[in-house]
């Protein structure tokens, strides 16, 4: 077996840790929200997210590598900059974060040299994201319309966007010195 790209398998480290705390994110929604249908659809999200990091794990597997250890993480460093305090804040989190991972992958699957085997796993959860936000944007816009308008989820929406924006700046640069400057 050739030697892995030690490279690669900090970004798919990067990618899988995302998808993990994603799940841990879920599982707060699951105790905040109890009506039927969010039930039914977190835990089919949930379900998907704890896929999603499988199959970065698999694939690291398979390239010869093994998992990283990430502490400074996309939703760590998230995390550092906001703590959301109310269930509006945490869908419009939810939406910013599963927009910034499907963008990502996308991203990712359109880099020249991607490989098959990657490039069907950034396929999948792409597909999967679209859903995550899909469904929870709904749910967040039907919760603000409850709370007095749209615009309280469209403000916090923005908030979330820009401290995304901040945090994914930082690790595209990071991603850029992994790579050797040839991220895109």
């Known amino acids: 077996m050739a030697t892995p ?8 480290s990067y990618y899988r840790d995302a998808e993990l705390h994603g799940a841990t994110l879920l599982l707060r929604l699951i105790k905040l929200m109890d009506d039927p ?8 999200h949930l379900h998907e997210e704890t896929h999603h990091a499988w199959l970065w794990t698999r ?3 398979e390239l010869g590598g ?9 939703q760590t460093r998230i995390g ?3 703590v959301p305090r109310s269930l509006l804040d945490l869908l419009a989190l939810t939406v910013v974060v ?3 991972s499907a963008s990502r992958y996308q991203e990712h699957a359109a880099r020249p040299g991607t490989d098959e085997a ?3 796993i950034l396929k999948e959860v792409t597909k999967d994201e679209k859903w995550h936000i899909a469904w929870i944007r709904g749910k967040l816009m039907a919760l603000a319309k409850e709370e007095g308008g749209v ?3 469209e403000a916090a929406i923005a908030k979330y966007r820009q401290i995304d924006a901040e945090v994914y700046g930082a690790l595209k640069a990071k991603e850029a010195a992994i790579l050797g400057g040839s991220a895109n």
């Open 5 to 12: 790209d030690p490279s690669m398998i900090e970004i798919m």
């Open 37 to 44: 249908d969010s039930q039914v659809k977190l835990a089919l």
């Open 59 to 61: 694939r690291i597997k």
């Open 66 to 74: 093994a998992p990283l250890r990430i502490a400074d993480g996309y």
């Open 80 to 82: 550092m900059r906001t």
């Open 98 to 100: 599963e927009e910034r």
């Open 118 to 120: 990657t490039l069907a």
């Open 151 to 153: 615009e309280k989820a």
